[in-house]
């Protein structure tokens, strides 16, 4: 169990490591809760639901693994070792599922802020995810939303 939450912690400034898919997922999500600065409860209660059926963490990790997130989130000057770790670890499928899980955090709360999509633009170039990637799963976020369920 401690190699395995060793292996979703790794970051870069740790043992010179590049982070983990996990660590950099995890912190793409955060940043996207907080790019309208508030960052609503049920926002939290999203990621921490993707995050840990994503990766199969327990509280406990899920818990070391968000920590991890927001220290290196704190410390980060960009995102660029972030989204080079997942352009080097997701196939075209992750990174769908990726930004499926990022417009899930974005209509956690029931709107989508022009910070938020602006992120999103931005992601979407930096990951090379195709435009109708993008707007397929903001429609599928966007049809769940308006049904008032959270369940994706």
Known sequence: MFNRLRGLLSSPGLSGNTPSEALSTAL?????????????DVEQQRIGQLLADRFSLDQAALDALLEEARKSAAAAVSLHD??????A?????GKRNL????????YADGRIDKYE????RRLVDLLYIPMPDYIQ?????EAVA???????
């Open 28 to 40: 793409l999500l955060l940043e996207l809760a907080r790019s309208d600065f508030e960052v609503a």
């Open 117 to 120: 999509e602006h992120l999103l």
């Open 146 to 152: 308006s049904r008032g369920h959270h369940t994706f």
């Open 89 to 93: 670890s997701l196939d075209a499928a």
């Open 137 to 141: 799963t903001k429609l599928e976020a």
């Open 82 to 87: 972030y989204v080079q770790t997942l352009n």
């Open 99 to 106: 930004m499926a899980m990022l417009w899930q955090v974005a």
